[in-house]
């Protein structure tokens, strides 16, 4: 009795120990692999998406009366609109796209781009050159346009066909708010 007990004690102990094959191998590899995409998707480096944070906002880019405004995006696009509500505008409550005219309008559509050693958000294929210098703790510390410098003031440069208006100040208006105004 006893050797015959024996084999079918083999049988069982290589059994409990994953000796045998067929579709119980075939659970265990799928739940190794679920562990492994899992521990995969947790160690992904997440995208910086605040990297723009001190720079993004609404800046006035208004000249001699005629409204506009500077948005820099989250992603660090630049874009300009015409505000028209002014005179110049027939006071309509609501933001174009800007004209030949409208202040900024040469850097409409360009993007930032970081550099870590000076500091800087500079515009991409900006001419004349553009640039956001902040501190350690990522806060706007001084704008250049150009050769030209602004800590607190804003810098507004304007010939008889181009005005470029650089605020350091961001508006109380958002992004969302000059998107739900866009001129239909």
Do not use: W
Not at 20 to 47: C, L, M, R
Not at 109 to 125: A, C, I, M
Not at 143 to 163: F, K, Q, R, W
Request: with cysteine; net charge negative; charged share 25%.
């Amino acid at each position: 009795m006893k050797k015959a007990l024996l084999p079918l004690f083999v049988t069982l102990t290589l059994a409990a120990c994953g000796g045998g094959s067929g579709s119980d191998d075939k659970a265990a590899d799928t739940s190794s692999q679920t562990q492994t995409n899992t521990s995969t998707a947790n160690t992904q480096t997440p995208e910086k998406s605040d990297e723009f944070a001190p720079i993004a906002g609404v800046y006035d880019a208004t000249y001699q009366g005629d409204k506009a405004v500077a948005v820099i995006s989250a992603d660090g696009k630049y874009q300009v609109f015409d505000d028209l509500n002014d005179s110049s505008g027939g006071n309509k409550d609501c933001y174009a796209a800007p004209s030949a005219s409208t202040p900024n309008q040469k850097f409409d559509g360009l993007s930032f781009e970081y550099d870590e050693n000076l500091r800087h958000f500079k515009l991409k294929d900006a001419d004349p050159s553009l640039a956001f210098e902040v501190d350690e703790d990522k806060a706007i510390q001084f704008i250049i346009y150009g050769g030209n410098m602004t800590v607190g003031d804003t810098l507004t440069i304007g010939s008889a066909n181009e005005v470029f208006v650089i605020s350091p100040k961001k508006m109380t208006l958002t992004e969302a708010d000059i998107a739900a105004k866009k001129c239909q």
